[in-house]
């Protein structure tokens, strides 16, 4: 299911009459829906079994559109400018007039926002005119899906519509950060905080574990394959899994490469397939060399501390 203006279309017809379709995203796949429609975002909940408390992200094409809904500041236009559309979602204050389904909040005044980068989705978004709210399209605390036959494995004929979009490119979730008041990471993701202290010209507290939970990705156990995973593994038992940031000269048929040369970015694209890929080939168990935790590796090294947390 290639992309073209019929597969637009198609997807927007879904989406008026309130149904939840796939989306794709530079980051994962989402589940999208109208964010103004409670009937429509209660059926996002419902398909990913996700708690209610668990706030969902909005996205929408351009700051235009955004500022019916949320309150901009400085250091908002700050990032927008540089970074979106992109790998960056911004929680801010919800303007009064907002249309925003308070299930989508949780009853909350903040809403989580992103300006997604992948051409397919920016042009559905351009035909709404409403924006989407669009959580991982995976079933809650499971793996994120990257292409859209892992949509259609979490989901089947749950869902009416995949719109396809080849495999994302960044592989895994956006950076999320808090800018009500002192801006604060909430959530490691494809862009390095490092960059974002260099725009903003100010360090940034990292608050990855808060006891409230007010954005996405903030769940004790999440992106998990579904069996036991362990980390820092230097040698993997004998009938586990060993999943390797780069190739080595021994091959052994249980070993598993996010990259060919030691390339992060690389290996945060390839993680949730490779983590599904051992789970279909029937393993009971996975262990994970250290992974540097510098750059993009600390978002992936967040992503296999939550997977690990499988009971």
Do not use: W
């Not at 379709?21 to 980051?27: D, S």
């Not at 168990?285 to 600390?298: D, R």
Request: proline residues 5%; positive net charge; glycine residues 4%.
């Amino acid at each position: 299911m290639k992309f073209n203006q019929s597969n637009i279309k198609k997807a927007k017809n879904y989406l008026d009459k309130n149904y939840c379709i796939g989306v794709p995203t530079e980051t994962v796949y989402g589940l999208a829906a109208n964010a103004y429609s409670n009937h429509a975002v209660k059926k996002i909940f419902k398909l990913k079994k996700r708690p209610p408390s668990n706030p969902l992200i909005v996205h929408y094409c351009n700051i235009n559109d955004l500022k019916k809904d949320c309150l901009i500041n400085k250091d908002f236009l700050k990032l927008y400018k540089k970074f979106s559309p992109g790998p960056i979602t911004y929680i801010l204050n919800l303007a009064k007039n907002s249309k925003i389904s308070k299930i989508v909040t949780n009853k909350k005044n903040n809403l989580a926002v992103r300006f997604p980068k992948h051409r397919v989705f920016r042009k559905l978004l351009t035909k709404l005119n409403y924006p989407l709210a669009a959580p991982s399209a995976n079933i809650s605390t499971k793996l994120s899906a990257v292409q859209a036959s892992d949509v259609r494995e979490d989901f089947g004929n749950k869902i009416k519509y995949i719109l396809d979009g080849g495999k994302c490119n960044i592989g895994i979730e956006s950076t999320i950060i808090d800018l009500r008041n002192k801006p604060n990471v909430l959530r490691l993701g494809g862009l390095e905080v490092s960059k974002i202290e260099k725009i903003l010209g100010k360090k940034i507290t990292i608050n990855i574990n808060p006891k409230k939970k007010i954005a996405p990705g903030q769940l004790h156990l999440h992106y998990s394959p579904g069996i036991p995973l362990r980390m820092n593994i230097k040698k993997p038992k004998k009938d586990e899994a060993y999943l390797l940031l780069k190739k080595k000269k021994n091959y052994r048929p249980n070993y598993f490469y996010l990259s060919k040369k030691n390339n992060l970015k690389e290996a945060a694209k390839n993680l949730y397939s490779l983590l599904r890929k051992i789970k279909h080939k029937g393993y009971k168990s996975i262990a994970v060399e250290k992974i540097q935790n510098i750059g993009i590796g600390q978002s992936i090294n967040d992503r296999l501390k939550r997977a690990s947390r499988f009971q």
